[in-house]
């Protein structure tokens, strides 16, 4: 019953909902009473030849009524009873989804895509089915069992009543000692779903390289290990749950046997009638379901509650990215103050950036170069606060930025990562997704500054047709122009493109590059790249290497400096010049 416990809070909120459903649920289990009352008074009146069509008529006619009521009655416990549980369910959903929304990068590190979907769905359908299933199972049990034990007393007779619910307790036996092996169990039952979730993510997601390297039998071959396994764990679940109905039915038997036996003996005696023992009989019959409930109900609360724990954990984890008490609410502008003295990953040893200063005043542009893992991606990270667990010190316009309210330091930055995302809706949507209030005028100048806009007239439906998930119908290139025109359509104060020009020619990047000196003429820009050509017009340029810079000053400094800079812009250089080379022959 623990669950009810941890579950208070909400039926707390939804008391006069729940006190209409159980009150509907009482006054069902009281009509319930009546057929087996009638039933019983028509077999005396048809053993003593009493019976008349007047009689026979009334009795119908309340056996009409009384079916009529429940099923108002049960209507009205289905609405309130069920509507209390969809108000958990959305209030859960509401819950976990805005977590996922507050959490940092290192939650998404700790747990997977798969994890995370198995949380949001079968434990919060475990969680919902106790306020709905759980509630109706426990006082549909205690309210029928209940009043029906209260007719058999007062109907038919109290020592048949005593001497039939003798082997109830078996019940309460039973229940307790399959419960506790059924709340473990359905932890692990639940862990096990989380990982065939996990895989089957994975897989959908990476089908194309799985096919691509003829991995089809292999991953199907991991595949069914998985669900084997999560067979078996269910198996396990099944074989402890599938004790509750067997052990009940048993129990139930016995109840019958007793019932004839001793009935049938109080009858001869004439201590009760036949009609009451018919009476007592469909009584019994009554009983049966709040017996077969107890099962079901520990079914429901022990998977709720294995469910709640996981959720609960879950949601107990905190961001260690938090917002100053009182944040600066206006947007970031001015110059960026970069001073980070050394930064280290949470549960790594190696320094990731150590000594990285700079100073970018607000309009000019920096180029951040170095070779692939140098900790380029990592000054972007500090920038956007995806960590604060530095030694030093980044300021926006004179702030340090953790001083800044989340909102308003990310509103003022637009951000073209590695990775490009685009979500399964239309082109213009994907651009206006930071800007969703922008016009058709001002989607098609963001895709023009991108040079985007001429591939997108070319599509079926233009800009609103419908990309497929992540942009699987889109090429590279396409996809990393319309992450461009989605960072710059609400003419963010920082724009920072991550290697986002690497999947276009020289030539598109070119346009591309001399669109934003237009466009972003007073606007700051930080463009990392490995193609130097990117970099090149900047006010000035860092070379990253280890987490550290070893070389910055403009594209001329850098080139007289005969440095790494100089000689990647040398095998640059040859190598375009080979391949302007072959396209001429």
Do not use: C
């Not at 805005?98 to 590190?109: G, I, P, V």
């Not at 229940?175 to 096990?192: N, V």
């Not at 001073?339 to 005043?361: K, R």
């Amino acid at each position: 019953m623990g669950i009810f416990k941890r579950l208070a809070w909400f039926f707390r909120e939804q008391r006069r909902n729940y006190a209409v459903g159980i009150l509907a649920l009482f006054m069902t289990s009281l009509m319930n009473l009546v057929p087996p009352k009638v039933i019983g008074s028509m077999v005396d009146a048809m053993n003593d030849h009493a019976m008349t069509a007047r009689k026979l008529i009334l009795w119908l006619g309340l056996l009409l009524v009384a079916a009529i009521l429940q099923f108002l009655f049960r209507y009205g416990w289905r609405i309130h009873i069920w509507g209390g549980a969809a108000t958990l369910e959305r209030t859960l959903r509401t819950r976990l989804f805005w977590h996922f929304m507050r959490m940092d990068t290192t939650f998404y590190q700790r747990h997977r895509t798969g994890d995370l979907m198995a949380h949001a769905t079968n434990d919060l359908n475990a969680i919902q089915n106790v306020a709905g299933g759980g509630i109706l199972t426990l006082f549909d049990s205690i309210l029928t069992g209940g009043t029906t034990l209260i007719a058999m007393v007062l109907v038919v007779d109290w020592r048949l009543t005593l001497v039939a619910i003798l082997p109830m307790p078996l019940l309460a036996v039973m229940a307790r000692k399959l419960g506790t092996r059924l709340h473990d169990s359905f932890i692990e039952s639940q862990a096990a779903f989380s990982r065939l979730n996990d895989k089957t993510q994975e897989s959908v997601t990476g089908i194309k390289v799985i096919k691509t390297f003829g991995q089809e039998k292999e991953d199907t071959a991991d595949f069914d290990q998985i669900v084997d396994r999560t067979i078996k764990i269910n198996r396990r679940v099944n074989m402890i749950d599938s004790l509750f109905d067997p052990t009940t039915t048993l129990i139930m038997g016995i109840t019958y046997l007793i019932t004839i036996v001793f009935g049938g003996y109080l009858v001869m005696q004439h201590q009760i009638t036949i009609g009451q023992l018919v009476s007592f009989v469909a009584y019994v019959a009554a009983l049966v379901w709040p017996m077969f409930a107890i099962g079901r109900l520990f079914n429901i609360l022990e998977r709720g509650n294995a469910s709640y724990d996981r959720v609960e954990k879950l949601l107990a984890e905190k961001s260690a990215v938090v917002e100053a008490p009182e944040a600066i609410k206006t947007p970031a502008t001015g110059d960026i103050r970069y001073a980070i003295n050394q930064f280290t990953y949470p549960g790594d040893d190696h320094a990731a950036l150590v000594d990285v200063h700079f100073t970018l005043h607000a309009g000019q542009t920096l180029g951040i170069v170095g070779r692939v893992g140098a900790g380029k991606s990592t000054i972007f990270k500090l920038l956007m606060r995806e960590f604060d667990n530095y030694d030093g010190v980044i300021e926006f316009g004179g702030h340090d930025i953790r001083k800044y309210s989340l909102d308003a330091l990310l509103d003022a930055i637009g951000y073209v990562p590695q990775d490009n995302f685009l979500f399964s809706t239309t082109v213009g949507n994907n651009i206006r997704f930071s800007a969703y209030n922008e016009n058709a005028a001002a989607v098609e100048a963001a895709a023009r500054t991108s040079a985007v806009h001429d591939d997108i007239l070319g599509f079926p439906e233009g800009y609103h047709t419908v990309v497929g998930e992540h942009g699987v119908s889109l090429s590279g290139g396409q996809k990393q122009r319309l992450a461009i025109a989605r960072a710059v359509i609400g003419g963010p104060e920082l724009l920072i493109l991550d290697d986002a020009l690497s999947a276009v020619d020289a030539r598109t990047e070119e346009e591309i590059l001399e669109h934003m000196q237009t466009d972003r003429a007073n606007k700051t820009t930080i463009i990392a790249a490995h193609r130097l050509s990117s970099v090149m017009h900047a006010d000035q340029i860092i070379v990253v290497d280890g987490g550290r810079i070893i070389e910055r000053g403009t594209h001329d400094q850098l080139l007289a400096g005969h440095g790494w800079y100089a000689e990647m812009w040398a095998l640059q250089q040859l190598a375009s010049r080979v391949e302007g080379g072959d396209s001429h022959g």
